[in-house]
């Protein structure tokens, strides 16, 4: 089943008050696009891939074939060894 995200969430969730300009400007930034033809919802493995990309993480699923567990990739978006 394919989950989508409001902007209203999505914005609550990374600390804005709600869709303004601001968070506009910052998912604008941050290459973070709305799903095309539903303005107003994001698909949530697009922003998390966005973030693991702004914190210089490479994501399993975009370097191929890969070493690192999941568990390892958590581990170092949260910055536990």
Do not use: H
């Not at 409001?6 to 400007?25: C, H, I, K, P």
């Not at 702004?54 to 949260?78: N, Y």
């Amino acid at each position: 089943m394919i989950e989508l995200v409001t902007g209203e969430e999505l914005a609550q969730s990374l600390g804005y008050s709600g869709v303004n300009n601001a968070f506009r400007d910052w998912c604008s930034q941050m290459r973070i696009t709305p799903v095309p033809g539903r303005r107003g919802f994001y698909d949530p493995k697009l922003v998390r891939a966005r973030l693991d990309e702004a914190q210089g993480l490479v994501r399993q699923d975009m370097a191929g074939p890969g070493k690192e567990s999941f568990v390892a990739i958590r581990r170092a978006r949260r910055g536990k060894n």
